[in-house]
């Protein structure tokens, strides 16, 4: 399978899971998903991700974003492991864990690189969009956590500029000014954006966040 590039459809797949059989496109629904990797069980650092990805269920559910995560272990083994991610962080693990011994789904979004490491996944991210192709992909080494932040704000980006012809800033925070698409004129961008229009060049306008 090819390496899944933006704007493509996230592929379909059944699978069991620490919550029982799940297929993406029914689990996703209508929704906005994000599907995140890890090299295995008792790891340790993914066993602190995903203790964050619970606490930070209420978030996610404010954007409509629901969480899927997969490991190349078995579903005793998940549930297992549950039991230590909640006594770590705290927390209650309210989410599925994809099993993927097969590496059927590793394979389908190619989340073993070889080079790395021949058999076990990489931390690799997929934001979905509700129309089910693929709006973001990271892709981290074993070593590095990833930031949920992070992954917040990108959502936040991504459905704002999904609604607006606007585009974010580096660094932009959700509820701070955005760039104005490119593709409007400046006048058009004035009768547009009611909350006014800052040119700083004429192919960088400020506006805004038309949400806010």
Partial sequence: M?????????P???ADSSMGEINLYDYLGDSWGILFSHPADFTPVCTTELGVT???KEEFAKRDVKMLALSVDDVDSHKE???????VNDTTVNFPIIADTDRKV????DMIHPNADDTLTVRSVFIIAPDKTVKLTLTYPASTGRN???LLRVVDSLQLTANHKVATPANWKNGEDVVV???ISTKDAVDMFDKGVKEVKPYLRMTPDPTA
Avoid at 81 to 87: A, L, Q, R
Avoid at 106 to 109: G, I, P, R, T
């Fill in 2 to 10: 090819a390496t899944l590039r933006l704007g493509d459809k996230a």
């Fill in 54 to 56: 619970a606490k930070f």
């Fill in 12 to 14: 379909d797949f059944t």
């Fill in 81 to 87: 492991w549950i039991k230590d991610i909640n006594e």
């Fill in 181 to 183: 698409s490119p593709a």
């Fill in 106 to 109: 590793s394979d389908l979004y």
């Fill in 148 to 150: 949920f932040y992070e």
